[in-house]
């Protein structure tokens, strides 16, 4: 599920979002991943939290700018990306 309402339009916010999955605050289930992605129909981006099986458990919008300077923060985590 891609909440339409919520864009994440900053490195913090993303950083933010990251640690609130890492840490559980969001009370998410058998997390196993998380991706930046684009969506194949509208081509918006997004970051993606996946589950085992690589299904999206939950997503948030992104902007242009966050998709293209957030990769080594998806990639590497908020607490090693510094």
């Known amino acids: 599920m891609i909440d339409d309402n919520n864009v ?12 609130g999955v890492e840490n559980g605050l969001l009370g998410l289930q058998n997390v196993e ?5 684009t969506h194949n129909a509208s081509g918006r981006h997004f970051v993606a939290v996946l589950d085992d099986k690589h299904q999206l458990i ?8 966050v998709f293209k300077t957030g990769q080594d923060l998806v990639r590497l985590g908020p607490k090693k990306a510094h």
Do not use: C
């Open 8 to 19: 994440i339009d900053n490195l913090a916010e993303l950083e933010s979002f990251l640690l």
């Open 33 to 37: 991943g998380v991706a930046l992605a």
């Open 58 to 65: 939950l997503g948030r919008w992104v902007t242009e700018e």
